[in-house]
């Protein structure tokens, strides 16, 4: 079954200590994102990479940060940096063409809570 | 800029009721627009799409038309289930190099038996 997995489902960490979140997928997909969802909010994204050693940032990347090492994995790290860091977050990927109008295909989640 | 607005929520409804829920968007250019589905503690999965003007997306008794006209993208169903609570997201994507896509906020359907 081709898709996108995260892991772990549920992560908790104490305040202060970086901690990193997994995505991959076997869609054979170029594009992969990074969400951040809060209760009763849309989402905001945090980082984006279009293809291997490459990303850009998203609207909220402070605090954040990724690695693109390769094409079917990309890794979010929250840091200590980052203020207000439980939330539930989302993996998505997608395929590129030359106009650019695919969809994104999701991830189950984490739910990452700092105490 | 690009943005999408959808009806806030929650909505509830009996079951077998009809269902619609607004989605309007402000774009440049010609964009490809969407409806995802998130049941609770899940990611969004894609419910339908549609990716020029006129065209209806359909899928599991949902539909929505991409009206350029008035820059709307309505989900509708003629008879709801329980099932279907859920949060619904419109999203829209134009076509250009930056590959995102802009989400509206979502709206909570609950749907009471």
């Known amino acids: 079954d081709g898709g996108i997995t995260q892991s772990p489902k549920y992560l908790f960490r104490k305040e202060g200590q970086n901690v990193t979140l997994s995505c991959e997928q076997n869609?054979?997909?170029?594009?992969m994102y990074w969400y951040r969802q809060d209760p009763g909010q849309g989402l905001r994204l945090i980082y984006y990479?279009?293809?291997?050693?490459?990303?850009q940032k998203g609207d909220i990347a402070e605090g954040y940060s990724v690695s693109r090492e390769k094409k079917e994995s990309f890794p979010l790290t929250v840091t200590s940096a980052q203020k207000n860091p439980t939330a539930f977050y989302l993996c998505?990927?997608?395929?590129?063409?030359?106009?650019?109008?695919?969809?994104?295909?999701f991830g189950p989640g984490t739910r990452l809570t700092v105490t | 800029g690009n943005s999408v607005t959808q009806m806030e929520g929650p909505v509830t409804l009996s079951e077998e009721a009809f269902l619609t829920i607004n989605c309007t968007y402000t774009a440049t250019g010609y964009p490809s627009l969407f409806w995802y589905v998130q049941y609770p503690g899940e990611g969004l999965q894609l419910l339908l799409k549609?990716?020029?003007?006129?065209d209806k997306g359909s899928n599991k008794g949902f539909e929505a038309t991409y009206r350029k006209e008035t820059t709307s993208f309505h989900l509708e169903k003629g008879s709801v289930q329980v099932s279907d609570s859920a949060v619904y997201f419109c999203a829209l994507k134009v076509r250009n190099r930056d590959d995102k896509i802009i989400f509206g906020k979502g709206t909570r359907l609950h749907i009471l038996p």
């Open positions: 990479s279009q293809i291997v050693n490459d990303f």
């Open positions: 549609a990716t020029k003007a006129d």
């Open positions: 998505a990927s997608s395929d590129l063409d030359g106009q650019g109008a695919r969809e994104q295909y």
């Open positions: 869609l054979n997909h170029d594009a």
